[in-house]
């Protein structure tokens, strides 16, 4: 069983900022693609950040220069830097990761449970 477990979440005025970090517990043997994303009410999730386990990452749009991914490989934890925080950025954040636990025979998606980052203006 593999269990992804988020902190880091809360409310910042605009301009702050917030460290989100995500750590997988299990029977794991290997991590895939880490990444974040996020849903406001009424809105569609969206990716906001990726990883691979080589390092490369993807960013929306919307977050590129203000955000930053990364993960440490030994403790199974991905990391989400938020600067510049704005109103807008208000959102459930939620880790996702494809892992390859023992007894699996592929990567398997997991998601976290969420974190509430609110930012006011």
């Known amino acids: 069983q593999v269990h992804l477990v988020e902190s880091g979440g809360g409310l910042v005025q605009a301009g702050g900022s917030l460290r989100l970090s995500c750590v997988a517990s299990?029977?794991?043997?290997?991590?895939?693609?880490m990444a974040w994303y996020r849903q406001a009410p009424g809105k569609q999730r969206e990716l906001v950040a990726a990883i691979t386990s080589g390092g490369n990452t993807n960013y929306a749009d919307s977050v590129k220069d203000r955000f930053t991914i990364s993960r440490d490989n030994a403790k199974n934890t991905v990391y989400l830097q938020m600067n510049s925080l704005r109103p807008e950025d208000t959102a459930v954040y939620s880790c996702?990761?494809?892992?390859?636990?023992?007894?699996?025979?592929?990567?398997?998606?997991?998601w976290g449970q969420g974190t509430q980052v609110t930012v006011s203006s």
């Open positions: 996702n990761a494809y892992v390859l636990a023992y007894g699996g025979f592929a990567y398997t998606n997991y």
């Open positions: 299990g029977t794991i043997i290997s991590i895939n693609k």
